[in-house]
């Protein structure tokens, strides 16, 4: 469970009662075909006896579709790792603020003048990611995954227990049926299809399905594989119904874009600061695991393109006592820096949580998630062209397609009217 989970209470008010919780339990459905066609594609020819393993996303599509594919899927896979970097840059700012925001309300009263900007946080953020960016093999730290699991858990069962007592406190559940009314029928479509790449954004599962698959002991890695997906699918959508639904229950037509930063909770204070803080800790470590296969991937084109420079492949260890863990060579500070740089840039210019994850998960929602999976099952199980089998998962892509695009749209729309106005 990721950030994305913060959303859902405002993408079931866009939404309505009528069409929110089925739109998140249709996206669980579409990742678990994608997870269960997916986990065929780790062995080859056979899905469960082949000798041959792709070990990741990028390999698997290499292996099925060919080179051609494979450049392809390369753009937009890391152009979604880049993307969620974006997004965690904005999401952990945005808890920053809110930390300071929830102290003043309790402080000072909850109708206090308490501001506080979004782009010191962001700044904040990026100098940390550019020390954390340096650290060596940061990517072998399994304890990572351990942190970042307990800090999801905890911030999304904190937001859910304050829905479910807010609901009992208002003695009612808000919302309705077709969700926050538009300024027009026109805004109104925006809004639903905002919200549609807000829920496909908390379903980014599929990417890193073969790298787990391939930590799991022969001979049976697929139906394993198979049994753990539909496992996690099923919490974290129990999940993102209770936080989603609680939280629109709670505050109706003025649900918040992120449900623990826009201040619908004011007390507990130290429940919703620890809350924020949770949310900190998983998205530092957070951008780092995103991070990690775009660094490896640049610094081994430039190590294979320049082999003998020293500015790429020279390495030095700093003089300083506490900072001697640190291993640099130029290439590696430099790239590493400025992709932070950049990230941080993009966040600042554009600090619009929903929007930002909306464009995202529409974007890479059906060619990852859908289509790539999909195609490689055509060429894994040999599925002739127009045959029935052919045919429903054709349709199945083509749906995913049009809700991707819709979705899409409507997100891009909400960017730049938020940019503009």
């Not at 990517?139 to 970042?148: K, P, T």
């Not at 969700?179 to 599962?205: C, E, M, N, R």
Request: net charge neutral; proline share 5%.
């Amino acid at each position: 469970m990721g950030a994305g989970v913060l959303s859902l209470a405002w993408s079931l008010a866009q939404l309505g009662w009528l069409f929110g919780p089925p739109a998140i339990i249709v996206f669980a459905l579409v990742t678990w075909i994608s997870t269960s066609i997916l986990s065929d594609c780790y062995r080859s020819p056979h899905s469960e006896h082949g000798p041959d393993r792709n070990a990741s996303f990028m390999q698997a599509v290499s292996y099925y579709l060919g080179e051609r594919s494979l450049r392809v899927c390369a753009v937009i896979l890391n152009e979604s790792l880049y993307g969620n970097t974006i997004a965690y840059t904005i999401a952990t700012a945005t808890s920053m603020r809110a930390i300071l925001k929830s102290n003043c309300y309790h402080e000072e009263g909850h109708d206090a003048n308490c501001k506080y900007p979004d782009s010191i946080y962001m700044l904040v953020f990026g100098l940390v990611q550019i020390v954390m960016s340096q650290i060596p093999n940061f990517h072998d730290m399994a304890w990572l995954s351990v942190v970042a699991a307990i800090m999801s858990f905890a911030y999304s069962t904190i937001g859910l227990g304050l829905g479910l007592t807010k609901v009992i406190v208002n003695g009612e559940i808000m919302g309705s049926i077709g969700g926050v009314p538009g300024a027009s029928a026109v805004d109104k479509v925006w809004l639903v299809f905002q919200g549609l790449g807000d829920i496909a954004f908390a379903y980014p599962y599929s990417i890193i399905l073969l790298e787990i698959q391939d930590t799991l002991k022969s001979p049976s890695e697929t139906r394993t594989m198979k049994k753990a997906s539909r496992s996690a699918i099923v919490i974290t959508t129990v999940f993102y119904l209770l936080c989603g639904s609680f939280g629109y229950a709670a505050f109706g037509n003025n649900t918040p874009g992120n449900l623990l930063t826009g201040f619908g909770f004011y007390e507990p204070f130290w429940l919703v600061d620890l809350a924020n803080a949770c949310v900190i800790i998983h998205l530092v470590g957070g951008y780092q695991v995103f991070s990690q296969p775009i660094f490896a991937l640049a610094e081994t084109w430039f190590s294979d393109r320049y082999p003998d420079s020293d500015f790429v492949n020279g390495s030095r260890q700093l003089k300083v006592p506490l900072l001697r863990t640190f291993q640099w060579n130029p290439f590696r500070l430099c790239f590493r820096t400025l992709y932070v740089v950049s990230t941080t840039g993009i966040a600042m210019a554009f600090p619009y949580f929903n929007q930002v994850l909306g464009v995202l998960g529409a974007l890479n929602f059906w060619p990852l998630v859908v289509y790539f999976p999909v195609e490689m099952y055509f060429v894994q199980r040999k599925i002739a062209p127009w045959s029935r089998k052919w045919l429903a998962f054709k349709t199945f892509s083509f749906a995913c397609f049009l809700v991707s695009a819709v979705a899409f749209i409507g997100s891009l729309e909400g960017l730049i009217t938020a940019k503009l106005s």
